[in-house]
Each structure stands twice: as structure tokens, then as C-alpha cells.
């Protein structure tokens, strides 16, 4: 036998341990780092450069369209065989009297943008009265059809319009879907009336079709007038839809969006499969020359998770834009209808995270801005 002689390691002693459990724990923090290294989650950067050298795209005082006011547009994507031309669908209104507050109804007209687009010098063609294609029918629209939102589902070929139906006397919009395989044909439109009959009031919808995916289409909608956010509705049909309980996207105290969120277009995937998600924003503390009027409009954005769009990732902290331009203030010698806003409700997809954005400007004028995302884990 081979005695080996040594000094026996005395496993009970506090200092063994004292020595293994540290070891443990820095086993366990190495393995914890790794594991939230590749788990994390990405965080999005996202940026907005004004184009068309810092000018409105559509604006009255330029001549050529027949209603003061041109804002507040839709993307149009116009299919013809293999070729694809661009064009938005415009909210249009006129003044009823000399005092810039006092409007007519709303109707919505198609302006072709000139193809290619140049970021530099973006040509949008006038609005005419035959450029508009669709207009107030029956007494649940008299005052006006306003702010469209268009989804296009290639699938089927159809254009869903949403948009604000206005009843007059007592003035209340209701989020309403029309449809139709001819946008530029303005008798083409079918009517499926108002999404929410039961709930007096609504507007603002952002549709997403989700063909291809498991499980409804979904429907981000309000303007926080109904509660303290906005509301997420399914469909398995894209024409009748049911509201899920609880709010998305709550106005946040002591910040942009502390007095209003309102759904913007629809939400668009990015290169990693989550949507991005736009939207609009209000606060309260910017006087103006209109009166009772101190609300200042701005954007926001959201990233949505792309296999739940419901689960929300990310949010913006700060506005992506406010209003900064005399014609989006609404500053002589521009219009200002409704001073200190930008809204958006219009976008078209470019690729590589980059989107050119339509937008309302002091609901007078049309801008038009690319926004980018960066995606970093």
C-alpha cells in the first residue's frame, strides 16, 4: 500500500465555505450576464428630417387648389399592372367667412405626387373639385368626412378607408370603414358605416392586417376622449370589429402626450419584425392667437412586439416632432386654423427602417418628413 501523507482538507470549516459559495455566486453572475446579453431586448432610436427644403407640399397660398385648407393626408398607393404611383388622400376644407375659424364641411381629395420622388423638391398636383373622391353622404356626415387612413391589402386588391364620419347638430365624429378597389372612382366607395354604433363618440383608427399571421386583425383607435388612452379592437374579417378591454397607450402626466394620444396611421414592420408604431400627442401651456386655445400637437412613437402587437417594447420619451415652422406654428403670413400643431396619419415605407411621413401642419398645410430607425441591442 502507498501511504500518502498530507494535511486532510477540512471541508466543515467556515473559510471552505465561505470560499465555495463565492464561487457559486460568480458561476451564477456569469451565467446571468450571458443569458441578458442575448436575451435583451433591442432599443430603437428614432428620428425625423423634414424634406422638400422645410416647405409644405400642399398649401393654398401657392395657388393652383381650390380649398384653403389641405391637410391631414392618407397615403394612396396607386396600382397599375406592374407599376405602383404614389398619391394621398387629402382632408380639404374651406372658410365659411372672412375670420379663419369658421369652416365648411370636410371632404377628401387625391393628389398624385410626381414620380420620383425628390426629397429635396417633393411635387404634390393641385386639388381641384374633380380630384375629390370622396365626400359627405346623409345626415350621419353632414358636417364633414375627415382625417382618412388607408390600408391597402394586396391580397384581395382592396383599399380600406377609415375615417371620421361628423354629424352636425350636435357636431359628433364617428370612426366609419369604407372600401373599395377603385380609390380615384368616387362611386366606387361601399359605406360599412360607423365601426362602434353603440359608442357616441369615436375617431382615429389604425388598422393592421395581419394576413399570413395566426390569430385577428387588429385596430388601435381614440383620441383619449373616451378614456385615459386608446383602444385595441380585433376582427377576423376587417369589417366588424370587437374591443378588447383595457387601455393602450395612457396619456403619461408632466409630459408631451399628457393632454391627448390619438392613434396615427397604421403600424408598419421594421427589418427585425416588430411594428413601428406612430402616433399623436397633445399638452396643454402654448397660447395662441385662437381663441381658448393653448394645446400644443406633437408625434410620438411606439414599438409594438411583431407576434403580439398588443405587448408594447418601447415608447417614446420624447417627441419625435413639434411644431417649429411658422406654417406649422401657424404664424403670419400662413393660415394657422389650428395654431401649434403636426399631425400624422400618412406614411409609405422606403426600406432600411426609413418611412416618408405625410403630415397635417396648424390644419392648413401638408408637410412631408423621412423617419429612421436605428435598431441596437
Same mark, same amino acid.
Given at each position: 500500500?502507498?501511504?500518502?501523507?498530507?494535511?486532510?482538507?477540512?471541508?466543515?470549516?467556515?473559510?471552505?465555505?465561505?470560499?465555495?459559495?463565492?464561487?457559486?455566486?460568480?458561476?451564477?453572475?456569469?451565467?446571468?450576464?450571458?443569458?441578458?446579453?442575448? *436575451?435583451?431586448?433591442?432599443?430603437?432610436?428614432?428620428?425625423?428630417?423634414?424634406?422638400?427644403?422645410?416647405?409644405?407640399?400642399?398649401?393654398?397660398? $401657392?395657388?393652383?387648389?381650390?380649398?384653403?385648407?389641405?391637410?391631414?393626408?392618407?397615403?394612396?398607393?396607386?396600382? *397599375?399592372?406592374?407599376?405602383?404611383?404614389?398619391?394621398?388622400?387629402?382632408?380639404?376644407?374651406?372658410?365659411?367667412? +372672412?375670420?379663419?375659424?369658421?369652416?365648411?364641411?370636410?371632404?377628401?381629395?387625391?393628389?398624385?405626387?410626381?414620380?420620383?420622388?425628390?426629397?429635396?423638391?417633393?411635387?404634390?398636383?393641385?386639388?381641384?373639385?374633380?380630384?375629390?373622391?370622396? +365626400?359627405?353622404?346623409?345626415?350621419?356626415?353632414?358636417?364633414?368626412? +375627415?382625417?382618412?387612413?388607408?390600408?391597402?391589402?394586396?391580397?384581395?386588391?382592396?383599399?380600406?378607408?377609415?375615417?371620421?364620419?361628423?354629424?352636425?347638430?350636435?357636431?359628433?365624429?364617428?370612426?366609419?370603414?369604407?372600401?373599395?378597389?377603385?380609390?380615384?372612382?368616387?362611386? $366606387?366607395?361601399?359605406?360599412?358605416?360607423?365601426?362602434?354604433?353603440?359608442?357616441?363618440?369615436?375617431?382615429?383608427?389604425?388598422?393592421?392586417?395581419?394576413?399570413?399571421?395566426?390569430?385577428?386583425?387588429?385596430?388601435?383607435?381614440?383620441?383619449? $376622449?373616451?378614456?385615459?388612452?386608446?383602444?385595441i379592437a380585433t376582427s377576423s374579417d376587417l369589417i366588424s370589429?370587437?374591443?378588447?378591454?383595457?387601455?393602450?397607450?395612457?396619456?403619461?402626466?408632466?409630459?408631451?402626450?399628457?393632454a391627448l394620444v390619438e392613434a396615427g396611421p397604421m403600424p408598419?414592420?421594421?427589418?427585425?419584425?416588430?411594428?413601428?408604431?406612430?402616433?399623436?400627442?397633445?399638452?396643454?401651456?402654448?397660447?395662441?392667437?385662437?381663441?381658448?386655445?393653448?394645446?400644443?400637437?406633437?408625434?410620438?412613437?411606439?414599438?409594438? *412586439?411583431?407576434?403580439?402587437?398588443?405587448?408594447?417594447?418601447?415608447?417614446?420619451?420624447?417627441?419625435?416632432?413639434?411644431?417649429?415652422?411658422?406654417? +406649422?406654428?401657424?404664424?403670419?403670413?400662413?393660415?394657422?386654423?389650428?395654431?401649434?400643431?403636426?399631425?400624422?396619419?400618412?406614411?409609405?415605407?422606403?426600406?432600411?427602417?426609413?418611412?416618408?411621413?405625410?403630415?397635417?401642419?396648424?390644419?392648413?398645410?401638408?408637410?412631408?418628413?423621412?423617419?429612421?430607425?436605428?435598431?441596437?441591442?
Open positions: 500500500k502507498l501511504l500518502i501523507l498530507g494535511k486532510k482538507k477540512n471541508t466543515t470549516s467556515p473559510s471552505f465555505f465561505l470560499t465555495n459559495m463565492m464561487k457559486i455566486c460568480i458561476w451564477m453572475m456569469i451565467v446571468y450576464l450571458s443569458s441578458t446579453a442575448i *436575451n435583451a431586448a433591442p432599443t430603437y432610436t428614432v428620428s425625423v428630417k423634414r424634406v422638400n427644403g422645410g416647405n409644405p407640399i400642399l398649401d393654398s397660398r $401657392s395657388g393652383g387648389d381650390i380649398y384653403r385648407y389641405n391637410y391631414n393626408a392618407a397615403y394612396l398607393p396607386l396600382f *397599375n399592372d406592374a407599376t405602383t404611383k404614389d398619391a394621398i388622400l387629402v382632408r380639404c376644407q374651406n372658410a365659411t367667412a +372672412e375670420q379663419p375659424y369658421s369652416v365648411g364641411q370636410s371632404v377628401l381629395g387625391a393628389s398624385l405626387l410626381q414620380d420620383p420622388i425628390d426629397e429635396d423638391d417633393v411635387i404634390a398636383s393641385p386639388i381641384q373639385e374633380k380630384e375629390i373622391v370622396f +365626400e359627405p353622404q346623409g345626415p350621419n356626415e353632414a358636417y364633414g368626412t +375627415e382625417d382618412p387612413r388607408i390600408v391597402f391589402r394586396s391580397s384581395d386588391k382592396t383599399y380600406y378607408l377609415l375615417y371620421s364620419a361628423v354629424q352636425n347638430d350636435p357636431i359628433v365624429p364617428r370612426l366609419a370603414l369604407a372600401t373599395t378597389t377603385t380609390p380615384l372612382n368616387i362611386s $366606387s366607395w361601399v359605406r360599412h358605416g360607423a365601426l362602434f354604433p353603440e359608442i357616441k363618440s369615436s375617431k382615429s383608427g389604425a388598422m393592421l392586417i395581419r394576413d399570413g399571421f395566426a390569430g385577428p386583425h387588429y385596430l388601435f383607435w381614440g383620441d383619449s $376622449s373616451l378614456q385615459n388612452g386608446l383602444t370589429w370587437s374591443n378588447l378591454p383595457g387601455i393602450f397607450l395612457p396619456m403619461r402626466q408632466d409630459s408631451f402626450d399628457s408598419l414592420p421594421l427589418s427585425d419584425g416588430n411594428y413601428l408604431f406612430i402616433y399623436n400627442s397633445a399638452r396643454h401651456g402654448y397660447p395662441s392667437v385662437k381663441p381658448g386655445w393653448d394645446l400644443q400637437y406633437n408625434v410620438g412613437f411606439a414599438i409594438l *412586439n411583431g407576434t403580439d402587437p398588443t405587448q408594447m417594447i418601447q415608447r417614446s420619451d420624447e417627441p419625435i416632432l413639434s411644431p417649429e415652422l411658422p406654417w +406649422e406654428i401657424g404664424t403670419e403670413p400662413y393660415l394657422g386654423l389650428t395654431p401649434n400643431v403636426v399631425f400624422l396619419q400618412g406614411w409609405k415605407p422606403l426600406g432600411n427602417d426609413t418611412f416618408l411621413a405625410f403630415y397635417g401642419a396648424a390644419d392648413s398645410v401638408l408637410g412631408v418628413a423621412i423617419i429612421s430607425v436605428s435598431i441596437s441591442n
